[in-house]
């Protein structure tokens, strides 16, 4: 290939930049998640977790039992924010406030854990059927407030965390009673769940 020449004071084109390397990073993880949660009675919560304690024996989950005032059942996730969206929760304080309380049985006949979160839950399919109108009830006030609740439903309670995989299986029939539900904004990464507002109060 034959020498290119440049014309004297004509300086040669300078070589083309190389662009840095730049790691990918990672997404913060929101600092808030809002969502809309059933709760068990308080009586029937202590019996709860007196249960996760007989399944962590029996099942050796060494894992972490989630506290009686914790448990729940999650209806409607709200998304997750980077401040309190002030607004939206307010149309979801006087979404849930347009409902009625809830006062109906729940019936959880299974147990497993969640392969994605390492939740050792309860579960059922028949005797949550109150549950399941009850959160389209809610769903429908949340519609009209200008939210989009997703349609599927999975009722479960979560009862610890751990890393044993247990598989889903039939237990003897827990019964408890819906005693309220309310609005949580949970602080990512601090485990704390503020109660922004509840019914019945």
Known sequence: MPEQLFLPGIDPPPPPLRRPRTKARRKEPLSHALFLAIFPS???AASLAALGA???ERHALKGT???PHRLHVTLHDLGGYDTVPRKKVQAAL???AAVAPPSFEVVFDHAMTCASSKAFVL???EGTDALAD????????L???GFKPERSFTPHMTLAYTRRKIGKHAIEPVRWTAGSFALIDSHVGEGVHEVLGRWPA
């Open 143 to 145: 519609a009209d407030a």
């Open 94 to 96: 006087d979404a849930a």
């Open 134 to 141: 009850f959160r389209q009830h809610l769903g429908e006030a």
């Open 65 to 67: 039992p989630a506290e």
């Open 42 to 44: 308080a009586e029937d």
């Open 123 to 125: 579960c059922g399919q």
């Open 54 to 56: 007989q399944f962590d």
